[in-house]
């Protein structure tokens, strides 16, 4: 499955981002957004299931919202309220993931 992440750059804190991750299949039921920071490992920020059941990392629940376009083959996560701290690279991928499908990424930053 080949996934392109969108939208990512550079904000200033307090402000938003609307992420797009284009799959080319909808093999995955489930899908999420994932990020990684330098030096830092991989972690799951959100998910969203085939039929929109989600769920968030403690640390942006309540700031980011995950959706999903099953008929385009989209998702999507809306970053409100960014903090210095959730700057990173973002990736889609499958829940659990691909190591196939992992693209380039979007690249976050959020300055102070």
């Known amino acids: 499955v080949q996934l392109q992440a969108s939208g990512g750059g550079l904000v200033q804190a307090g402000g938003s981002l609307r992420l797009s991750c284009a799959a080319s299949?909808?093999?995955?039921?489930?899908m999420g957004w994932y990020r990684q920071a330098p030096g830092k490992r991989r972690d799951l920020v959100a998910r969203i299931s085939i039929t929109g059941v989600t769920s968030y990392m403690n640390s942006v629940r309540g700031r980011f919202t995950i959706s999903r376009d099953v008929a385009n083959n989209m998702v999507y996560l809306q970053m409100n309220s960014l903090k210095p701290d959730d700057t990173a690279v973002y990736y889609c991928?499958?829940?659990?993931?691909?190591?196939?499908?992992w693209g380039q990424g979007t690249q976050v930053t959020v300055s102070s």
């Open positions: 991928n499958g829940v659990p993931p691909d190591s196939n499908s």
């Open positions: 299949t909808n093999r995955f039921t489930i």
